[in-house]
C-alpha cells in the first residue's frame, strides 16, 4: 500500500469523527430525555478523541511515513454506564422520537465499526492495526450503550445486556 493510499484511509476516518461528532450533537438537541441528551454529549466528547487520535496519526504518516497511535489509558464509554444508570432511574418514559434518534445513532454507529474494521484487515503496520482496532472497540462500546437506551424504550427487560426479567419471576 502507498502512502497516498494510508493518508486517504486516514483522512476518511477523520472525516467520518467529524460528522459523527455532528450528528450526535444534533441528536443531543433533538432528543427529549435529558439522560438521552447527555449520553450524545458524551459520545460526542468520544468523537472529538478519536479525530484527535486519527489526526496525530496522519501527522506522524506524513512527516515520519508510519502510523503512530498515541495509546489513551481511560476509556470515556466506561464511565459514563454508572451516569445513565443512575439518570435513568430518576427519568420518566423516552418517546418514540427518542427511539428513532437512537437507531439513528446506531446506524451510524455501525458504518464506524464496518469501516474501522475494513481498516483493521488492510492495515499496513501494527501501529495502524492496533489504532483501528482501537477505534472499532470504542465504536462497539458506543453501539451497545445505544442499545442499552433502545432496550430501555422498548421496554424489552434487558438492562445493558443482562436480562432484568424472566418468564418464570
Not at 11 to 24: D, F, G, M, S, W
Not at 25 to 38: E, L
Not at 96 to 121: P, R, W
Not at 127 to 132: G, T, W
Amino acid at each position: 500500500m502507498d502512502q497516498d493510499e494510508k493518508v486517504r484511509i486516514i483522512e476518511t476516518a477523520i472525516q467520518a469523527e467529524k460528522e459523527t461528532l455532528v450528528t450526535y450533537i444534533k441528536s443531543a438537541t433533538k432528543i427529549s430525555n435529558v439522560v438521552g441528551k447527555n449520553m450524545f454529549l458524551k459520545l460526542a466528547l468520544d468523537e472529538i478523541n478519536h479525530r484527535e487520535i486519527l489526526e496525530k496519526a496522519l501527522k506522524s504518516q506524513l512527516e515520519e511515513g508510519k502510523c503512530f497511535f498515541p495509546m489513551t489509558d481511560k476509556k470515556e464509554v466506561t464511565k459514563i454506564v454508572p451516569d445513565i444508570e443512575q439518570e435513568i432511574e430518576k427519568t420518566s418514559y423516552l418517546g418514540q422520537d427518542d427511539l428513532a434518534i437512537l437507531m439513528l445513532a446506531q446506524k451510524v454507529e455501525k458504518s464506524g465499526i464496518d469501516y474501522y474494521k475494513n481498516c483493521v484487515e488492510n492495515s499496513w503496520d501494527e501501529e495502524a492495526k492496533k489504532m483501528f482496532s482501537y477505534l472499532v472497540k470504542m465504536e462497539e462500546e458506543h453501539f451497545a450503550l445505544i442499545q442499552a437506551q433502545i432496550d430501555y424504550i422498548e421496554g424489552t427487560g434487558y438492562w445493558l445486556g443482562i436480562r432484568e426479567f424472566t418468564l418464570d419471576d
